[in-house]
């Protein structure tokens, strides 16, 4: 593994190890509230920094497209004096914010 997601992981991995109120084994995954907020913290961390050094130049043209994509809606939505635009909600929330779709979708 190399890259700054397993510097990341090292630093979840330890946090785990340090904290007891975080209990992860094959029956139980036990996180106490106190923690939680921070464990998901360094958690999400490691998983964009993953997903962006394994696929960074796609998720570069998703955040293009998602850039573009508002441009043209936000025109023509004046233009044609419309409300707003259908799509399905996963698609909404892709151009919305493309790492976080992936992450969802993916995890």
């Known amino acids: 593994m190399s890259g700054l997601w397993r510097q990341y ?7 785990i190890q340090d904290e007891p109120g975080v209990v992860i084994r094959a029956d139980l995954i036990s996180i106490d509230k106190t923690v ?6 360094k958690f999400d961390k490691v998983r964009s920094s993953f997903l962006a050094q394994r696929v960074s130049e ?3 043209e998703a955040q293009f497209l998602a850039t ?3 441009k043209i809606e ?3 939505t004046e233009r ?8 399905p909600e996963a698609l909404k929330r892709f ?4 790492m976080r779709q992936v992450v969802r979708d993916l995890f």
């Open 74 to 76: 936000g025109h023509l």
């Open 80 to 87: 044609l004096r419309l409300q707003g635009v259908m799509m």
């Open 58 to 60: 796609w998720l570069d």
């Open 36 to 41: 939680r907020q921070e464990f998901y913290k």
């Open 68 to 70: 573009k994509y508002a």
């Open 95 to 98: 151009l919305s914010d493309p």
């Open 9 to 15: 992981y090292e630093d979840l991995l330890a946090f």
